[in-house]
T-cell receptor, first 112, second 114 residues
Framework: TQLLEQSPQFLSIQEGENLTVYCNSS?????LQWYRQEPGEGPVLLVT?????EVKKLKRLTFQFGDARKDSSLHITAAQPGDTGLYLC????????????FGGGTRLMVKP | ETGVTQSPTHLIKTRGQQVTLRCSSQ?????VSWYQQALGQGPQFIFQ???????GRGNFPPRFSGLQFPNYSSELNVNALELDDSALYLC?????????????FGPGTRLTVL
């Protein structure tokens, strides 16, 4: 059982569409991170959210940390084929430093 | 600045064998973490080393062991390989072990156990 549940697991959309990926848990995290991983590579950090209710924007990507610091979402506006990849959320629990707990991932495909 | 490197890139072993995977941390980073990523899943934390000492361990059996060297490079050793050990093994280095400190991942070693 994953401590962090991501949904959906797979998403196939057309270029220009919007999408939201969810990361949920019953546990509280000190911070939550979002990564993107491409085939043959390790995950690359996109953003870290620390404060409950925090919203961060990275170009067309908007990240939100839940008020109770148990969940997070990633919203992509006007998706492009270059957004294709595996999106992973990961949290660090209190007193666990940066020993991360990852979600199962959302595999996104954006078709031209 | 050199990124995190891992060797080998791919490895094929048979059940019962032993394997050693290597990781070279990013310059100046004293913390290294190892993760196992099975096909179609997110990474699972194996253990973390900080200044040559094991700092924490995930839910993995003792046949998974590690080392961190004075230059902060690291090894992951797996004894008595099982079929389920087939996975991508990732190492990540960070400047410190603070929760919000960025971890930089290597490209991974793909291990196949036959």
């Amino acid at each position: 059982t994953q401590l962090l549940e991501q949904s959906p697991q797979f998403l196939s959309i057309q270029e220009g569409e919007n999408l939201t990926v969810y990361c949920n848990s019953s546990s509280v995290f000190s911070s939550l991170q979002w990564y993107r991983q491409e085939p043959g590579e390790g995950p690359v950090l996109l953003v870290t959210v620390v404060t409950g209710g925090e919203v961060k924007k990275l170009k067309r990507l908007t990240f939100q940390f839940g008020d109770a610091r148990k969940d997070s979402s990633l919203h992509i506006t006007a998706a492009q084929p270059g957004d294709t990849g595996l999106y992973l959320c990961a949290g660090d629990r209190k007193n666990a430093g940066n020993m991360l707990t990852f979600g199962g991932g959302t595999r996104l495909m954006v078709k031209p | 600045e050199t990124g995190v490197t891992q060797s080998p890139t791919h490895l094929i072993k048979t059940r019962g064998q032993q394997v050693t995977l290597r990781c070279s941390s990013q310059s100046g980073h004293n913390t290294v973490s190892w993760y196992q990523q099975a096909l179609g899943q997110g990474p699972q934390f194996i253990f973390q080393y900080y200044r040559e000492e094991e700092n924490g361990r995930g839910n993995f059996p003792p046949r998974f062991s590690g080392l961190q060297f004075p230059n902060y490079s690291s090894e992951l050793n797996v004894n008595a390989l099982e079929l389920d050990d087939s996975a991508l093994y990732l190492c990540a280095s960070s400047l410190t072990l603070t929760g919000t400190d960025t971890q930089y991942f290597g490209p991974g070693t793909r291990l196949t156990v036959l």
